[in-house]
């Protein structure tokens, strides 16, 4: 008898949930990063899954997510699932060895997360060996939506952008300098508010001053992070911005001798498919 199994790929901004009751269904919630957010955003998540998944027993659960940095965040978040799914196995692991298992199945393999936020990994088939070093979002994450949101605003307030961008820009930020930063201070999940920032990189995807400045990121994305794994001559991609600026990742790990493998934009139907035992 096949067990009824939830998978879930939980970013900072979203969150994908698979599972197989009747048919494969898939749910679409908001992300949760405990490093971020407080314990109550990850209550509201489960609370949430909770309801959307009502009068269902799951067997297994498995949970792949950002900001799972260690046993103690995962042990914690185990802890919150287990407290609204008590007749659950549940596995907590993070979003990096979701999105290797899901790019590379059971081969050797590279991968690159470039969502909210970014990571990179070595994959031997079966788990993570090496991974990039992870200073978050403030220091870090470079190439990610974040990354790029910050750039944004660092040249919007120093008037470095073309004036079609930054009409854009003030249309969503009405409050000026002092009005942004108090948002930024006063929001619940900093990584994200600056991420949303952006959604004005995708508008322009096309024009040459966002392109160079994408390129950019993706350039520190690349040698700090790609180049310092000794990865392999093929790296796949997986996150939305990875996926929306497909042809700058290549270009920028061509002129390091990579090149780009698969693009996925979301991992959570591939980890589904695996786990029943089809992928």
């Keep these: 008898m096949t067990k009824t199994i939830l998978v879930g790929d939980v970013g900072s901004t979203k969150s994908t949930w698979w599972h197989n009751s009747g048919v ?66 549940i596995q907590v692991t993070s979003d990096l060895v979701g999105a290797a298992a899901a790019a590379c199945g ?15 990994a070595i994959w031997d088939g079966q788990k993570v060996v090496r991974q990039a070093t992870s200073l978050g979002y403030i220091l870090g994450d470079e190439g990610g939506g974040c990354d790029i949101g910050k750039s944004l605003v660092r040249s919007y307030f120093y008037k470095e952008m073309p004036h079609a961008i930054s009409v854009l820009m003030k249309e969503r930020l009405p409050l000026g300098r002092i009005g942004f930063l108090s948002a930024l201070q006063a929001s619940a999940a900093p990584n994200q508010y600056l991420a949303d920032f952006a959604r004005v990189a995708v508008i322009f995807q096309d024009h040459p001053w966002i392109r160079n400045l994408v390129e950019s990121r993706f350039n520190l994305f690349v040698s700090r ?14 996150g939305s911005i990875g996926c929306i600026f497909a042809s700058l990742i290549k270009q920028e790990l061509e002129k390091n001798g990579m090149t780009a ?5 979301d991992p959570a139907h591939r980890l589904f498919e695996r786990h029943l035992g089809n992928g």
């Design 225 to 238: 992070h790609i180049v310092s794994l000794g990865a392999q001559a093929e790296v796949h991609i997986v």
């Design 24 to 89: 494969g269904q898939e749910i679409h919630l908001p992300g949760y990063n405990p490093v971020v957010h407080s314990n109550e955003s990850g209550i509201k998540l489960f609370e949430a899954l909770k309801a959307e998944t009502a009068g269902i027993t799951f067997s297994d659960i498995w949970y792949y997510g950002a900001g799972v940095t260690g046993q103690v965040i995962a042990t914690a978040v185990n802890q919150q699932l287990h407290t609204l799914f008590p007749q659950s196995q």
């Design 261 to 265: 493998g698969s693009f996925i934009k």
């Design 106 to 120: 059971n081969k050797p393999g590279t991968v690159a997360i470039l969502g909210t936020g970014s990571h990179a």
